[in-house]
């Protein structure tokens, strides 16, 4: 597509001040709007930006992670225990679990990073069924199959995002963070070092690149981030349960991320934006929303392997793969 | 009981667990070893195994055994479709075609359930009673299933071995590029070896149909253990599939009958993990990478 | 081939546009009254489900069958709205938004688990949203709920009066229960231990596991390594109690087994075989030879062409009587009107027989239903009476 004279109308940037326009105005929506359900899919859509955003970063690498559900849960249940039996701040408990689950994934991490492809992908998943094992078994801390019920609203300095509204505030400022980092960090030379081993492990440590580092290193921050989102989703659904984090959500967040785009910064945005609400469109004929599901994901493998974010890149011209 | 009658009991329970998970498995290390492709699918063409025969058998009056002969021919037509027009595109590249399976399993679990509703659907057995071995005792219908397990076993071990057409899958699995030179068409060789693959997959689900329920949820549970017995076994060998379920068979039973189902399982996957790191190519494997 | 891509993809958004505008923006009709169905529809759960689900559809059937809910002087259509919660306390969260906010109904049939329901009870309780739940767990009910009602009874209610008549009339001394590691799983088993506990029978085994397992084999072996009299099967879904029943006789154990749980009878048999299930000992909360509950029976097989699950009954009399708390109060949109209506209700002629309120001493407030049941042992595939029960006890 050429750039800027087609008729004189430059239709690579009309595209991409549009595109900025229509996520000001959806993000600034859910606050006029009166109708809480919708303020409710905003805030898990926001949540999802922040979990999905967490794996786009590993997925960068080359690796990827079949067990990102169980950072999220571990995350949520470290910031529950902390706030409600630890009676820290909510911000501490949500600190604290986005650390912890940072930290399992190093230690984690450093250990079988060396694996590559579907090797890794396997462990990730034996990993993600031990943890959910060990918060089903371990119910003195995490409160068994019954979960913990009754998580207190999350509070900063008082102020208490006890309303959707408020929570979507916080979710929106949380989500549009991780979304500025991402973009940020590509950029750095870290960034440029993790699509070097992207593209050619061998050469990537032919020229001195750590790959095991710099996988490590998205491993770790990806998971914290994950872990963060657990924290926030816990204090917002007011519920935790082991069957809240297994590897069905892992799936979803695979499946978020591969169809909005595994390349881009904003696949992470558009994949959970279009996959949140959709459920609610096929209430009634759950099995066909399903069958959406494995057949939008095989034709975008398959024709638009960036997923949909790429699509978006070409038409508002952007050339490189972010 | 005595502890030694125990222990022999929790034996034999062990060992007949884990031919079944040998079964399930053997189809999945089977399919990665031709295609190199991890098929997320694996479980839902043991349901749809476990459809046909319940089928075959409670609307069309047929006998067991033919029915499950029906099943694996029918599994392995319909898998040789599936690869040919949907995972051809993704023939060498795993984690893609590993994705692809998943919205695979996804469609077939939910055509399943808009076909046949999701309440578990009961075969009668195939025989009824106990087989006594001194003081053991093992439920008669699991004793022919496993008697099944192991002729299908055999017949693929012959198979594999004996028949030129086995001989070239085994080339393939060895090593691709020089199985091409000899002359073996690994096109066609692709969509058969996912056929056969997932036709041991449905011929599992068939045995076992009267064994357990039948519905469109059945599936989850043997690609867990197919999981499980191809990472300890090592992804594309049989022969550490065979070891490798029947360790995990024998383990789940003595874990579940002298300590408690949770410890087992979680003492499993604890193994399982530092089995990975260790030996990722499994537990026949060399120490390498 | 990116025009190719751009058609396909502006094809679906047009599919999702269309589809999004005929199900959320259909015109309401004036005087319609919007019952939610927040119930499992897939999964092991499912008959349960599906039964809460059928039971609110035919209430809502003879009411508009009348030419509609007569309240305040307007006749209303009723109509129920299902959705799947899929037993999962996210999807029920998301879905109890969906119906409080998005549906604006102020009266839910549901949920299943009580997983589900505690998740979803903040939202219900502050929007004033009468529920009428399934969940077995003790804590659904409390002083502090006031829209929470349960028209089941519950192991809480059962498990003592029922346990003390099995025991003592099948002699039992040792019990092995065998129960899944979820919420239902462990209130139950909870429940039922400390009621055998109390009959004079010792819990010699417990046995937990995962839901979804199939291949009870080797936890079977070790309870009977412990010789137990009879194995509990209370806590499980009807499929896994008719699974473990069949290995449990297939492994050669004669002794008495119990489910001491929700009804499951006919699903049991349908997995077990008829031969297995011979001489099960199982709670009903229904007896079929009682005219209303047989014609309620064909009714709904009639209707659905499936077997009737036994929570039904409970749940198209619970239906009833919120229509009939709404008639009392007048209103159909003021919910702490018909709250107080439903809890004035004294007794109720309903299909299980004379109904009423009970709970407080246990709960804190009066919302469990208290019904007749039944022990039943099952005799070729049927469900035969042994013994009429009330919370008082059976005879």
């Not at chain 1, 992670?65 to 039996?85: E, P």
């Not at chain 3, 891509?5 to 502006?10: A, C, E, H, P």
């Not at chain 3, 996210?90 to 109904?105: K, P, Q, S, W, Y």
């Not at chain 3, 499951?264 to 299930?277: F, R």
Request: aromatic share 10%.
């Amino acid at each position: 597509m050429q750039g800027a004279t087609r008729q004189g109308y430059d239709f690579e940037s009309a595209t991409r001040r549009i595109a900025y326009l229509v996520l000001v105005v959806l993000c600034a929506a859910p606050f006029f709007v009166t109708n809480e359900f919708y303020v409710h899919l905003a805030v898990l859509i926001c949540l999802n930006v922040v979990i999905v955003g967490g794996l786009a970063l590993l997925c960068r690498t080359g690796q990827l992670s079949l067990g990102h559900g169980a950072f999220i849960g571990l995350g949520a249940y470290v910031a529950v225990i902390a706030t409600m039996r630890g009676h820290w701040p909510f911000w501490l408990g949500a600190a604290g679990g986005a650390l912890f689950a940072a930290l399992v994934a190093a230690i984690l991490g450093w250990v079988i990073l060396r694996l590559r492809g579907v090797y890794f992908v396997l462990v990730t998943f034996a990993f993600a069924e031990l943890v959910r094992l060990v918060m089903l078994s371990w119910s003195g801390l995490t409160g068994g199959a019954n979960g913990i019920v009754g998580i207190p609203s999350a509070t900063l300095l008082g102020f208490a995002f006890d309303t959707k509204m408020r929570f979507y505030g916080l979710a929106l400022v949380t989500a549009a963070t991780v979304i500025a980092f991402l973009y940020a960090f590509i950029r750095t030379p870290t960034g440029h070092a993790v699509d070097a081993v992207a593209e050619n492990p061998a050469l990537a440590e032919a020229s001195g690149l750590s790959v095991h580092r710099i996988q490590l290193m998205a491993f770790t921050i990806g998971s914290g981030i994950a872990g963060l989102g657990g924290a926030l989703l816990a204090h917002y659904v007011g519920f935790v349960s082991p069957e809240s984090f297994n590897t069905g959500l892992s799936i979803a967040v695979i499946i978020m991320l591969v169809i909005g785009g595994r390349q881009s910064v904003w696949g992470p945005v558009i994949g959970p934006l279009i996959l949140t609400p959709l459920p609610e469109l096929f209430r009634g004929a759950v099995q066909t929303q399903h069958i959406f599901y494995g057949a939008a994901l095989i034709l975008i493998l398959r024709f638009l392997p960036g997923g949909l974010a790429s699509l978006l890149m070409r038409m508002s011209g952007d050339r490189a793969s972010h | 009981m005595d502890l030694n009658a125990l222990i022999g009991q929790a034996v034999v329970n062990g060992l007949i667990v884990g031919l079944l998970y040998l079964l399930m498995a053997v189809g999945f290390t089977l399919v990665f070893g031709v295609m190199r492709v991890v098929n997320f699918a694996h479980g839902e063409f043991y349901m749809l195994g476990a459809f046909v025969v319940y089928y075959c058998v409670t609307q069309l009056n047929l006998p067991f055994l033919f029915s499950v002969v029906i099943t694996f021919v029918l599994a392995v037509a319909f898998g040789w479709i599936v690869e040919w027009l949907i995972l051809k595109p993704f023939r060498h590249d795993e984690l893609n075609g590993m994705i692809a399976t998943i919205g695979l399993a996804m469609i077939l679990q939910n055509l399943a359930l808009m076909a046949f509703g999701p309440s578990p659907l009961s075969m009668p057995s195939v025989v009824q009673g106990v087989v006594h071995l001194g003081s053991m005792v093992i439920p008669s219908s699991r004793f022919y299933v496993v008697a099944f397990s192991i002729g299908v076993l055999l017949l693929l071990y012959v198979f594999l071995r004996y028949t030129r057409i086995g001989r070239a899958l085994r080339a393939v699995v060895q090593d691709i590029e020089i199985a091409s030179v000899q002359g073996i068409r690994a096109s066609l060789f692709y969509p058969f070896g996912f056929g056969i693959g997932v036709g041991l997959a449905a011929v599992a689900g068939a045995l076992m149909a009267p064994l357990f329920s039948v519905s469109p949820f059945i599936g989850a549970g043997p690609l867990l253990k197919a999981f499980i017995v191809v990472i300890l076994g090592g992804l594309g060998s049989i022969p550490g599939a065979v070891l490798a379920s029947l360790l995990l068979g024998m383990t789940e039973s003595l874990g579940s009958t002298f300590l408690s189902s949770g410890t087992a399982d979680i003492l499993i996957f604890a193994f399982l993990i530092i089995m990975l790191v260790v030996r990722p190519g499994g537990l026949l494997a060399r120490p390498e990478q | 081939m990116k025009r190719k891509i751009g058609i396909v993809l502006v094809l679906l958004a047009a599919i999702s546009v269309v589809a999004s505008i005929s199900v959320v923006a259909l015109p309401q009709e004036q005087e319609t009254l919007k019952i939610g169905a927040l119930v499992t529809l897939s999964g092991s759960g499912a008959a349960w489900g599906q039964g809460m689900l059928h039971a609110a559809e035919l209430a809502t059937d003879d009411v508009n069958a009348n030419g509609g809910l007569d309240v305040g002087g307007k006749k209303y259509r009723v109509q129920v709205i299902p959705y799947d919660d899929k037993y999962q306390a996210n999807e029920g969260v998301t879905v109890a938004n969906r119906l409080v906010f998005e549906d604006r109904v102020k009266y839910i049939i549901g949920s299943v688990g009580s997983a589900v329901l505690l998740a979803i009870q903040p939202t219900t309780e502050k929007n004033k949203v009468i529920l009428m739940t399934l969940a077995f767990t003790s804590k659904a009910l409390g002083a502090d709920k006031l829209f929470t009602f349960r028209p089941v009874v519950t192991t809480g209610e059962i498990s003592q009066p029922q346990i003390d008549w099995v025991v003592k009339t099948r002699n039992i001394k040792r019990v092995g229960f065998l129960f899944p590691n979820d919420e239902t799983g462990q209130s139950i088993s909870s429940d039922n231990s400390a009621a055998y506990r109390k009959a004079g029978a010792t819990p010699a085994a417990m046995e937990s596991f995962e839901r979804d397992r199939v291949d009870f084999v080797s936890l079977l072996t070790r309870i009977l390594a412990a010789q137990v009299d009879a194995i509990e099967l209370g806590g499980n879904s009807p499929t896994t109690a008719g699974l473990i029943l069949k290995q449990a006789r297939e492994l050669g154990f004669s002794g008495t087994i119990i489910h001491t749980g929700g009804p499951a009878t006919q699903e049991i048999v349908n997995v077990a075989g008829k031969q297995a299930a011979e001489g099960l000992l199982e709670h009903t909360p229904i007896n079929p030879a009682l005219a209303s509950v047989k014609a309620y029976i064909e009714r709904y097989v009639a209707k659905y062409k499936q077997p009737m699950n036994g929570f039904s009954p409970a749940f198209y009399d619970g239906t009833r009587m919120m229509f009939d708390a709404m008639r009392k109060a007048g209103s159909v949109t003021d919910s702490d009107k018909v709250r107080l209506e439903l809890e004035k209700i004294k007794t109720f002629s309903g299909v299980l027989g004379e109904e009423s309120w009970t709970g407080k001493a246990r709960y804190g407030i009066d919302h469990q239903l208290n019904v007749p049941f039944y022990v039943a042992e099952v005799k070729d595939g049927q469900e035969v009476i042994r013994a009429q029960c009330t919370v008082a006890g059976c005879k």
